[in-house]
């Protein structure tokens, strides 16, 4: 292998870097453990092509990524209900609302064990956040605009951050929390909105943008992450 074959480049927040490889025969992407993506080719390939290809997997490669994404001891939660504590064993605890997870120093932290049993950790910690936060962030924001809506409830869905049914009942994502305070509004303006107008039409993006006036940024970087 020769330094001088390789070329590096950013890709939204991705570090990226091709690298000809004499006895690659074709296009491969690697995602690597600190998040960088490796790309090998064969030596008479374009960097172009190598790039096409990139481009052409990267959302796959994204979701892939929030995966496989290891989490470090200094991950922190909006409200520091998270706390992560040097111990001699493994072990995650509830109390008064906060959640510690211990964990041997002695171990790799990139292990599978600690990896899973921090995220469930976190998802916990998320939870209560959640909890507290968005009912209460819900109930001020409908006083506030003169809306009202009738349950809401906390989930953890798959694909949705948030929703309101025919009967104005409101769910909302508990992994909603892992994004900004503002962005958190935009959705639960939007769901509020949605007691009025349970459509998308016009009408309903004009109404959203009378209380959220960036609300289309907001929208974008929710659906970046
Ligand atoms: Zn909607």
């Known amino acids: 292998m020769n330094k001088s074959y390789t070329k590096e480049e950013t890709i939204d927040d991705f570090n990226i870097k091709y690298k000809k490889h004499i006895f690659s025969k074709s296009i491969k992407v690697t995602l690597k453990n600190d998040s960088s993506i490796l790309v090998t ?57 906060i959640v510690y997870f211990y964990y041997p120093e002695n171990k790799d932290f990139n292990s599978k064990e600690i990896q899973e049993n921090l995220k469930e950790a976190y998802k916990k910690a998320l939870k209560i956040e959640a909890k507290n936060y968005l009912p209460q962030r819900l109930n001020y924001l409908a006083k506030k605009y003169n809306f009202s809506f009738n349950k809401i409830a906390i989930k953890n869905q798959k694909t949705r951050f948030g929703s309101c049914s025919f009967q104005n009942n409101i769910n909302l994502n508990i992994k909603l929390m892992e994004y900004d305070f503002e962005i958190i509004d935009y959705v639960l303006i939007h769901e509020l909105v949605h007691t009025k107008i349970k459509n998308h039409s016009q009408n309903f993006w004009l109404e959203v943008e009378k209380y959220c006036p960036n609300y289309k940024e907001l929208r974008k970087k929710l659906k970046q992450k």
Request: proline share 5%; with cysteine.
């Open 41 to 97: 080719m064969p030596v008479f390939c374009p960097y172009k092509t190598a790039k096409d290809f990139l481009l052409k997997n990267f959302e796959k490669i994204q979701n892939f990524n929030f995966n496989k994404n290891f989490l470090t001891p200094n991950l922190k939660t909006k409200f520091d209900t998270l706390k992560i504590v040097k111990s001699n064993n493994l072990k995650i605890q509830t109390l008064k609302n």
